[in-house]
């Protein structure tokens, strides 16, 4: 089975920035459809971003556009947030998950039978 890397969380400052990576590793990866999403302490898994690959398109939250920019390599399937300006409210575990097949409801997790085990961004006030 494929498993999923994610990258770059840490504990920075308002304002700061960080990078966040998503990279699968194992067998091949063949799933169409990569994603982030983001949990916060007592809350659900929210989306942030998916992609298809078949396409190589993007879909981006309206919640995070404008702040986080996103970059993909169709070639080694990897996603990455840049995430700039960060808030408190920011703070969260960032996951990157895939599935075998592209979902018009790309925005649930409930679409998407692999994750990562996730990477925690606490920013502080």
Same mark, same amino acid.
């Given at each position: &089975?494929? &498993?999923? *890397?994610?990258s770059?969380?840490?504990? *920075? /400052?308002?304002? @700061? #920035? !960080?990078?966040? #990576?998503?990279?699968?590793?194992?067998?091949?990866?063949?799933?169409n459809?990569?994603?982030?999403? !983001? /949990?916060?302490?007592?809350?659900?898994?929210e989306?942030? %971003?998916?992609?298809?690959?078949?396409?190589?398109?993007? $879909?981006?939250?309206?919640?995070?556009?404008?702040?986080?920019?996103?970059?993909? @390599?169709?070639?080694k399937?990897?996603?990455?947030? /840049?995430?700039?300006?960060?808030?408190?409210? @920011?703070?969260?575990?960032? $996951?990157?998950? #895939?599935?075998?097949?592209?979902? *018009? %409801?790309?925005? @649930?997790?409930?679409? $998407? =039978?692999?994750?990562? =085990?996730?990477? /925690? *961004?606490?920013v502080? #006030?």
């Amino acid at each position: &089975q494929v &498993q999923l *890397v994610e990258s770059g969380g840490g504990l *920075v /400052q308002a304002g @700061d #920035s !960080l990078r966040l #990576s998503c990279a699968p590793s194992g067998r091949t990866f063949t799933e169409n459809a990569m994603a982030w999403f !983001l /949990q916060a302490p007592g809350k659900e898994r929210e989306f942030v %971003a998916a992609v298809r690959w078949e396409l190589n398109r993007i $879909y981006i939250a309206d919640s995070v556009k404008g702040r986080f920019t996103f970059s993909k @390599d169709r070639a080694k399937k990897t996603v990455s947030i /840049q995430m700039n300006n960060l808030k408190p409210e @920011d703070t969260a575990i960032y $996951y990157c998950a #895939s599935h075998l097949h592209w979902s *018009v %409801a790309y925005y @649930d997790a409930d679409e $998407y =039978q692999n994750w990562g =085990q996730g990477t /925690q *961004v606490t920013v502080s #006030s």
